[in-house]
Each structure stands twice: as C-alpha cells, then as structure tokens.
Nanobody, 124 residues
Framework: VQLQASGGGSVQAGDSLRLSCAAS????????MGWFRQAPGKEREFVAR????????KYSDSVKGRFTISRDIAKITVYLQMNDLRAEDTAVYYC??????????????????WGQGTQVTVSS
C-alpha cells in the first residue's frame, strides 16, 4: 500500500489548511488511518485517527477542537482539516494506515504503512 500525503504549505497563525492522504488500495484489514507530525528537534507525535468502517475519531489533546479528521471510503482518502493553526503546529505531517485494531492507536507501532510527509509551516 502506498500513501500519498498532500496539502501542506505555509500559512499565518489563525489560518486553515486541509491535508489529504490517498491510499493506493485497501488492504485485507484496513482498520484505520492516522495522522502524525514531527516538529524540528522533536519526536513524531500522534495527531488524529479515524476508523474506516465506523468513522470513529480520536485526537490528541493539542489539536482537539481545532482539527477534524474525515474519510472518503470510495476514494480511499483521509483528510485532516486544520483550523486556527498555531506556530506550534509547524511540523512535517505524516499519514499512516493500520491493518488491524490496536488499543494503542496513538503509537507509531500500531500502523503498518506510512506516507512520505507534507510540511506545514505556521507563522505567528
């Protein structure tokens, strides 16, 4: 499975961006898709996750209420709508796909495939 992330860019604080992650195909499991991010000098961290079948959403505390994850099953694409962006949201954003359920949905180990990342830069 190949994941293609897009939609990053440079914006001002308070602006919005929508990231997309298109998968080349569904796998036999295809349980969920997630977004992670990595800021300069920091470890990669969980942002959001959505399950394919029920659309169950999870968010990190730092983005809850500002970011929304969604999916288009027909297009095998997941979106991350990011509103009210802040300087601390600056990072490379990665999408990831999980074949099976894992209670540690916010851990990198729970995901089987990763996209190449897209840069988001927020200026204050």
């Amino acid at each position: 499975v190949q994941l293609q992330a897009s939609g990053g860019g440079s914006v001002q604080a308070g602006d919005s961006l929508r990231l997309s992650c298109a998968a080349s195909r569904r796998t036999s499991g295809s349980y969920s898709m997630g977004w992670f991010r990595q800021a300069p000098g920091k470890e990669r961290e969980f942002v959001a996750r959505i399950t394919w079948n029920l659309g169950n959403e999870k968010y990190s505390d730092s983005v809850k209420g500002r970011f929304t994850i969604s999916r288009d099953i027909a297009k095998i694409t997941v979106y991350l709508q990011m509103n009210d962006l802040r300087a601390e949201d600056t990072a490379v954003y990665y999408c990831a796909a999980a074949n099976y359920f894992d209670p540690d949905y916010d851990a990198e180990k729970s995901y089987d495939y990763w996209g190449q990342g897209t840069q988001v830069t927020v200026s204050s």
